[in-house]
C-alpha cells in the first residue's frame, strides 16, 4: 500500500533526481574533489558516477523482484517482520538527518552570501515550510514543480557558463594526470556519496506510472547528472585554476566574476537564486521519502498528516547537528561521504543480494 | 471549505506583515545609508598599513539646471576617506569610523597598491580583498609608484572619478590588465611572481585645480613572490609586457639601419606563445612573438609600396622586438632572478614529472635557461598614403 | 432562501381547467401587483372565450395584436401565424412562460395553454467587444440575449455536433445557462462533471456569469482564474475547437470557457490572424511582461535595498544621486507607488469616459512631475511602476492581469523582508499554488508540467491552424 495515491512519469522522476543530486554537490564537490585529486578534479565524479549506476541498479532490481513497493515495505517481506523493521529504522533515522544537513547547508549558504544578518532559523524556516507545503500536496504537484524549476535551473546554469567562456582558461587542464590516477580515485569518494543518492528512486519507482522506459531514461539522467558535475569541476577549473580549492563556494566565486560589457555583472545573487530552484526541488524529494518511509514504517494509511511534523523534526536536526558553518561543512567532508555511501548504497545492496537468494533459493525448492 | 480557504490567505498575509513589522529586514540597506567606494588604496608608511576608499558623493551635482550652465568642476563628485592600522582589518575598522554611512566595497572595482606598501607582500592585502565578502574578484589591480591615496584623490576631468579612468585605461590595454583573482592566482603559481601596472599622476594643467586632472601609466610593477622588487621603465617595460602577452595598444617607432628618418608601426595584435623544452637534461624556452602591424608615420623617403622595402622594415621590427625581449630576459633571469613570466607553469605543464624533481633548483635551473627569441611579424596595412608624405616634389621627374 | 420556490408564486402542478376565466383568475391572483402583465379577454371569431396573457416589456405588442388575436378574432376558424409555438399544461409552466416572454393563450375547451415566441428585442446589437478589441480579428461581441450569443457561436460553427444545452439557475432570477460544446472532441466525462457541478449548484441569483464560475470551479480561493471569461465569439469557437467547453448566461456578455491553462491564458487570438513570426515575438513579449508586472516592482525593490552589488556601477551612482533626497525606504516607496497607480486604474474606470483623460492627466502630472520634484518619489521608482503598469495591460486576458495586480504586493513585502530570497521564495510559493491547481481536472500548467510535447510546442512557438485538423 503507497500512502499517496499521485502518480509521475518516469521522466519527471528522471527530472527530480537532478537537483536532488546537483543542488548540493555544485557548492562542495569541486573544491573537495580539488583537495584530493588536484587539479584532475574533473575526473573524479566519472569515476564517482560508478556508484550511482549502482544504486539505479539496485532500485531498478529491488522494483522488478516486487513491483509496486519501495524498499521499506521488500524489507519487511524480504528479511521478515522485526529484521525488516530495523532496516526501515535505520532509514527513518537516517533520512532526518540527512534532511537536516541539508537545509542546514542551505541556510548557511544564504546566510553567508546573501542574508548575512537575517537570523538562521528565518531562512531555514521559510524553506522549510515552503517545501513542507509541496511535500503535502502530493508527488504529482512535486513532480510538476520540480519540472519546471529544473527547466529554469538548466537554462540559467548554461547562460552563466556561456557567459563565462570568454574568461576561461583551458591551459589548466594541463600537466595532465600530474600525481597520477589514484588522487582522482580517492576525490571520486565525494562526489560518490552524491551519486548514492539514486538510491531514491527505489522510494520513488512505485510512483511511476509508465515503468516501459525507466532502465534507459534513468540511465541517461546519470549521464546527464555526471556531464554537469564534470563540467562544472571544468569551468571551476579553467577560472580558478589551482585557487579553486581555496574557496569555500567557488561557484559562486565564478558567478562573481562575470563581466559583460561592464553592464551584467555581479549576477552572484542571481546564480543564488537558481540555486534556491534547485535545493527546493532536493529538500522536497528527500521530505517526500522521509514522509514516505515514516508513514510505511508505521503503518500510516495516508502521509499527510506526518508532513509539518515530520518537517518541524528536520528542523530541529538542523540546530542538533551542528552549530557553526565549519562543522557544517565537515558534515560534508570524507568521512561524513562514507557515512552515506554506508546507509545510501551499501544496505540497500545487501538487501538486494538477500533478496536475490531468496529468490533463487525459492526457485530451487520449486524445482525439487 | 469556504472559511479554511480565506483564513489560510489571512494568515499568510498576517504573518508577512509581521515578519516585515517586528524585527524584519535585517539585512535591508537603503541605498541613501550606503556610502559606495569605487576604489581603494593600500600604503604603507611609519609601520602602519593605510586603507584608503574613494567614495561617492551622491549629490545631485549643483542641482543640475538642464541647460547645463553649472560650472563644470569636478569637485564633489567623490572625496577619499584614509585610516591607517597595523594590519588592514585594523585600518578597515577605523575607516569605517570616519563615515557616516556604511561602507559599500561591492562596487569597488579598482585597487592600487603604492609601490611600498608592495615591499611589504602583498598576501595580507589578497587575502583580505579575497576573504571579505563584498570586494569583487574582478577588480583591477594597480600600483602606483607614489601614494595611492593621492591617485584617488584625483578629480579626473573627463570622468566621473579617477577610479573610472584607471578602469577604461585597464580596459583600453595600457599596461597590464590584472583582476584580483588573476594576481592571486600568478603568485599562487609555482612562478609565483606577478606584474602591475604602475600609476603616476600627470602634473595638473597650470590654471586648474591641483586635483584636476588624471592618473597616467608609466612603467611596471614586478613582484616576486609576493613582494615587490623593482619598476621596470621604458623601454623594458615593453619587452616585459611583450614576454607577458600584455602588450597592446602600442606604437613602437622602427628604424632602419643607414636610413634616416623611422617608421612608427601600430600593432593590432602581438601574441607571444612560450614552448618549453627539455633536451638531455638541458632545460630551453623557445619564444615565439607574433604580431600584425599597421604603419602609421613615415618620416624616412622610402615608399613602402616596394616589398623588398617592407620586408626589410619587417626584419627591422622583429629584431626590434628580440631586443626588447632580450633586455626584458635579461631583467628577470640575472638581475632579479624573479620567473615574471611564468616559465615555471610552462615546465609544470610541459612535464609534471621532471617539474616536480626540479622543483628545488628551479631558480638556479632558470637563472641559466637557454631562451631561444622567434617571431613572425607583418605589416597588414601602410595606412591611406603610398609614398611619404610632405616631401616637396621634385618636379618633372 | 435556499428552498426553491416556484416562479409564480404558491401555484405549483395546477392544470389548465380550459376554462380561461377561471384559469385567468388564478394567473391573475398569481401576478397580482404585477403592472406590466397585460390581461386581454376577448371572444375567438367562433364564440369562444379566449385570454391572451403576456409581459408588456418583454413581448411584441403589436406582433401578438397582428399575428394572434387578429387572425382569432376576425377570420372563421382563423390560427394564430407564429412560426414558434409550444404547449404548456400546468399553471406553473404557464407562468414561467409568461415570464420567459412568451405570449400565453388561453381558448375555451383547450385543457392546455399555448405560448407564442414573440419577444421583442430589448437587448443592444453586437458591437465590437472594449475590452478585449484586437487590431485584426472579427469584431462582433457577444450580448447580454442568450439567443443571439448562441447564434454568433452557431453562425460559426455550421455543424450538427455543436450541441447546446439550456438549464435555469438562480431561485430568484431564473437564468438561462446554456453549456455548449462540440460532440466529438470533448471528452464525454468532462461534459458529465461539468453537468454535475452545474446541477449541484444552488444560487439565488445569477446576474453575471460570475457566480457561475465561483461556484463550479475547483478552487475558489485561488487567485487565478480557472475560467476563461471572454465576450468574444471567435475565441470561445476556436477553444471549443480545442475541447473545451462553454458556458453561456442570459444576461451578461461574458462567456465561461473551461478547462484552461496558465499558458492559454497569455495567448490572444489575435496570435493565430498574424504572420506567424511577429506573433510569436509578442507571445514572448507577453510572458515575459506577464513576470514582469508581477514582479519587477519587487526585483527594484530587492536590489536596490539588498543586492546594491549586482547593479552596474553606473546605473547605481545615478540611482543613488536619485535617491538621496527621499525619505521612505525603497520599499515604502513601491508601495505608495503602486497602490496610488491602482487607484489611478481603478478611478479611470469608473468615470465617466469624458472625465477619465483628466484623471490620466492629473494622475501623471502629480505623481509623475511633482512627486519627483518636490523629493516624495525618486524618478526610477516612476519608471519601474510605469513598465509594470504597461506590462499588466499587455495581459490580454482581464482576469489574468487582475490576479497579477493582487499578487503584486505580497511579493513585494517578501522582497522586502528577505530579498531576493524572499522573491524566489514567493516564486516557489506561487509555482507550488499553480501546480496543484487543476481546471475541471485539467492541470493549470498542463502542456508544461506535466509535459506533453505536441501541445508544449503551441506555447513557446505557434501552431498553424490547419495543421491541427484531427
Known amino acids: 500500500m503507497l500512502p499517496d495515491k499521485g502518480k509521475i512519469s518516469a521522466s519527471q522522476l528522471a527530472i527530480m533526481i537532478f537537483p536532488t543530486i546537483m543542488a548540493t554537490a555544485i557548492l562542495s564537490v569541486p573544491s573537495l574533489t580539488m583537495h584530493y585529486a588536484g587539479h584532475d578534479m574533473w575526473l573524479s565524479p566519472i569515476w564517482g558516477s560508478v556508484v550511482g549506476v549502482a544504486a539505479i541498479g539496485i532500485s531498478l532490481g529491488l522494483n522488478s523482484l516486487y513491483p509496486g513497493k519501495t524498499i521499506i515495505e521488500v524489507s519487511s517481506q524480504v528479511l521478515g517482520w522485526l529484521p525488516g523493521k530495523l532496516f526501515g529504522f535505520v532509514f527513518f533515522f537516517y533520512w532526518p538527518h540527512l534532511i537536516g544537513l541539508i537545509i542546514r547547508v542551505y541556510g548557511e549558504f544564504i546566510s553567508s552570501n546573501a542574508l548575512p544578518e537575517t537570523p538562521l532559523f528565518v531562512i531555514m524556516g521559510t524553506m522549510t515550510a515552503v517545501c513542507a507545503l509541496n511535500v503535502r500536496l502530493g508527488i504529482e504537484v512535486v513532480g510538476r514543480t520540480s519540472q519546471i524549476f529544473v527547466t529554469l535551473l538548466a537554462f540559467l546554469l548554461c547562460l552563466i557558463f556561456v557567459l563565462l567562456i570568454g574568461e576561461l582558461n583551458p591551459k589548466e587542464l594541463l600537466p595532465f594526470m600530474e600525481k597520477g590516477l589514484l588522487p582522482t580515485l580517492k576525490g571520486a569518494v565525494s562526489p560518490a556519496a552524491w551519486f548514492s543518492e539514486y538510491i531514491v528512486l527505489a522510494f520513488l519507482l512505485p510512483f511511476v506510472h509508465n515503468r516501459k522506459n525507466v532502465t534507459p531514461i534513468m540511465l541517461s539522467s546519470l549521464v546527464v547528472t555526471a556531464i554537469a558535475m564534470v563540467a562544472t569541476n571544468l569551468f571551476c577549473l579553467f577560472l580558478l585554476g589551482d585557487l579553486t580549492d581555496s574557496f569555500a563556494y567557488p561557484v559562486m566565486i565564478a558567478a562573481r566574476y562575470i563581466t559583460i560589457a561592464d553592464f551584467l555583472q555581479h549576477i552572484e545573487a542571481i546564480v543564488i537564486a537558481i540555486w534556491i530552484f534547485g535545493i527546493f526541488v532536493k529538500i522536497s524529494v528527500f521530505l517526500y521519502i522521509f514522509t514516505i518511509t515514516a508513514a510505511q514504517w508505521l503503518g500510516v494509511k495516508s502521509y499527510k498528516p506526518l508532513v509539518f511534523p515530520l518537517s518541524y523534526l528536520c528542523m530541529v536536526f538542523t540546530y542538533w547537528l551542528v552549530s557553526d558553518r565549519p562543522g557544517a561543512s565537515s558534515l560534508v567532508s570524507t568521512s561524513a561521504n562514507v557515512y552515506t555511501l554506508v546507509i545510501l548504497l551499501v544496505l540497500p545492496a545487501a538487501l538486494y543480494l538477500i533478496a536475490l537468494l531468496k529468490r533463487m533459493l525459492g526457485r530451487k525448492k520449486k524445482r525439487s | 471549505m469556504k472559511t479554511k480557504g480565506i483564513k489560510y490567505s489571512l494568515a499568510f498575509f498576517l504573518s508577512l506583515l509581521c515578519g516585515l513589522l517586528l524585527s524584519g529586514c535585517w539585512d535591508r540597506n537603503e541605498i541613501n545609508d550606503l556610502a559606495i567606494v569605487l576604489a581603494t588604496g593600500i600604503d604603507y608608511s611609519h609601520q602602519k598599513v593605510e586603507l584608503t576608499a574613494q567614495i561617492f558623493i551622491p549629490r545631485k551635482s549643483g542641482s543640475v539646471s538642464s541647460t547645463g550652465s553649472s560650472e563644470s568642476s569636478p569637485s564633489g563628485v567623490t572625496m577619499i576617506r584614509t585610516a591607517e592600522g597595523s594590519t588592514i582589518a585594523e585600518a578597515l575598522n577605523r575607516l569605517q569610523r570616519k563615515v557616516s554611512r556604511e561602507m559599500f566595497w561591492g562596487h569597488c572595482e579598482v585597487v592600487v597598491i603604492s609601490e611600498q606598501a608592495g615591499k611589504q607582500g602583498l598576501r595580507e592585502y589578497l587575502d583580505f580583498l579575497l576573504r571579505y565578502p563584498q570586494f569583487r574578484e574582478h577588480a583591477y589591480v594597480f600600483t602606483s609608484g607614489g601614494e595611492a591615496k593621492e591617485v584617488l584623490a584625483l578629480l579626473d576631468p573627463l570622468e566621473r572619478s579617477s577610479a573610472e579612468s584607471l578602469r577604461e585605461m585597464a580596459n583600453l590595454g595600457l599596461g597590464s590588465r590584472v583582476t584580483l583573482l588573476e594576481l592571486a592566482q600568478s603568485i599562487a603559481s609555482p612562478s609565483g611572481s606577478a606584474i602591475l601596472s604602475r600609476m603616476l599622476i600627470s602634473p595638473a594643467d597650470p590654471g586648474q585645480k591641483k586635483l584636476a586632472t588624471t592618473p597616467y601609466a608609466k612603467g611596471i610593477s614586478l613582484f616576486k613572490d609576493g613582494y615587490y622588487v623593482k619598476t621596470a621603465l621604458e623601454p623594458v617595460s615593453v619587452g616585459v609586457l611583450l614576454l607577458s602577452n600584455e602588450l597592446n595598444n602600442f606604437i613602437m617607432p622602427i628604424e632602419l639601419p643607414q636610413v634616416k628618418g623611422a617608421f612608427s608601426i601600430r600593432m593590432n595584435k602581438v601574441k607571444t606563445k612560450l614552448t618549453p623544452s627539455i633536451v638531455n637534461g638541458t632545460w630551453g624556452m623557445g619564444v615565439h612573438i607574433e604580431s600584425e602591424g599597421e604603419v602609421v608615420l613615415n618620416t624616412t623617403n622610402y615608399d613602402l609600396a616596394n616589398p623588398v622595402m617592407l620586408s626589410k622594415v619587417e626584419e627591422a621590427w622583429l629584431n626590434r622586438f628580440k631586443e626588447l625581449a632580450e633586455q626584458a630576459l635579461q631583467l628577470a633571469q640575472k638581475d632579479l632572478s624573479a620567473d615574471i613570466y611564468k616559465f615555471a607553469d610552462q615546465f609544470r605543464r610541459y612535464n609534471a614529472g621532471i617539474w616536480k624533481k626540479n622543483q628545488e633548483n628551479w631558480l638556479t635551473i632558470y637563472r641559466n635557461m637557454e631562451v631561444e627569441i622567434t617571431g613572425n611579424v607583418i605589416i597588414t596595412d601602410t595606412g591611406k598614403s603610398i609614398e611619404p608624405q610632405g616631401i616637396p616634389h621634385q618636379a618633372s621627374n | ?470
Not at chain 3, 468532462?190 to 441569483?205: A, F, H, M, W
Not at chain 3, 467547453?245 to 462567456?255: A, C, E, K, W
Not at chain 3, 511577429?278 to 527594484?300: D, K, Q
Open chain 3, 1 to 470: 432562501m435556499s428552498k426553491r420556490q416556484g416562479a409564480g408564486g404558491s401555484s405549483d402542478g395546477t392544470v389548465i381547467t380550459g376554462q380561461p376565466e377561471i384559469d385567468g383568475a388564478r394567473l391573475q391572483s398569481i401576478f397580482l401587483d404585477c403592472s406590466d402583465m397585460v390581461f386581454h379577454t376577448f371572444q375567438t371569431n367562433s364564440r369562444l372565450s379566449a385570454v391572451c396573457i403576456f409581459c408588456v416589456g418583454l413581448c411584441d405588442a403589436e406582433r401578438i395584436e397582428r399575428q394572434v388575436l387578429k387572425p382569432l378574432a376576425e377570420t372563421e376558424g382563423g390560427s394564430p401565424t407564429v412560426s414558434s409555438t409550444q404547449l404548456v399544461y400546468t399553471l406553473q409552466e404557464a407562468s414561467q412562460a409568461i415570464l420567459d416572454g412568451f405570449a400565453l393563450l388561453l381558448m375555451e375547451g383547450e385543457s392546455n395553454g399555448t405560448i407564442y415566441a414573440l419577444s421583442k428585442n430589448i437587448g443592444r446589437t453586437t458591437e465590437e467587444p472594449a475590452a478585449e478589441s484586437t487590431v485584426r480579428g472579427p469584431r462582433d461581441g457577444f450580448t447580454e440575449s442568450l439567443e443571439s450569443n448562441l447564434a454568433l457561436l452557431r453562425m460559426r460553427l455550421k455543424i450538427a455536433s455543436f450541441k447546446s444545452k439550456t438549464i435555469t439557475m438562480g431561485t430568484y432570477t431564473n437564468t438561462k445557462v446554456t453549456l455548449a460544446f462540440v460532440e466529438g472532441l470533448i471528452s464525454p466525462e468532462l461534459v458529465q462533471e461539468v453537468e454535475r457541478r452545474l446541477s449541484r449548484l444552488k444560487i439565488d441569483y445569477v446576474l453575471e456569469s460570475h457566480s457561475i464560475e465561483e461556484g463550479i470551479v475547483d478552487e475558489r480561493f485561488s487567485p487565478f482564474p480557472q475560467m476563461l471569461a471572454t465576450e468574444r465569439p471567435d475565441v470561445v469557437v476556436s477553444n471549443l475547437l480545442e475541447g473545451r467547453f462553454v458556458i453561456l448566461v442570459d444576461g451578461t456578455p461574458f462567456s465561461l470557457v473551461a478547462p484552461i491553462t496558465l499558458s492559454s491564458m497569455l495567448q490572444s487570438p489575435e496570435d493565430y490572424y498574424q504572420n506567424i513570426y511577429i506573433s510569436i515575438a509578442i507571445r514572448w513579449m507577453r510572458y515575459i511582461f506577464y513576470i514582469m508586472s508581477l514582479l519587477l516592482p519587487s526585483f527594484y525593490v530587492a536590489i536596490t535595498t539588498f543586492h546594491q552589488e549586482m547593479i552596474p556601477t553606473v546605473l547605481l551612482l545615478s540611482i543613488a544621486r536619485a535617491r538621496e533626497e527621499i525619505p521612505f525606504p525603497a520599499l515604502v516607496e513601491a508601495l505608495i507607488m503602486e497602490v496610488s497607480f491602482e487607484a489611478l486604474r481603478e478611478a479611470g474606470v469608473r468615470l465617466p469616459k469624458q472625465i477619465g483623460s483628466a484623471v490620466s492627466i492629473v494622475g501623471a502630472l502629480i505623481i509623475g512631475q511633482a512627486a519627483t520634484t518636490a523629493g516624495i518619489v525618486s524618478a526610477p521608482m516612476i519608471i519601474i511602476v510605469a513598465l509594470t503598469g504597461i506590462a499588466s495591460f499587455m495581459v490580454p486576458r482581464y482576469s489574468a492581469s487582475i490576479s497579477t495586480r493582487l499578487l503584486r504586493f505580497p511579493i513585494m513585502l517578501l522582497a522586502g523582508t528577505l530579498g531576493l530570497t524572499g522573491i524566489i521564495l514567493a516564486i516557489i510559493l506561487l509555482v507550488i499554488h499553480l501546480s496543484s491547481l487543476r481546471s475541471f481536472g485539467t492541470p493549470y500548467l498542463s502542456p508544461i508540467a506535466p509535459t506533453s510535447a505536441g501541445k508544449l510546442k503551441d506555447v513557446w512557438w505557434r501552431s498553424i491552424p490547419w495543421s491541427k485538423s484531427r
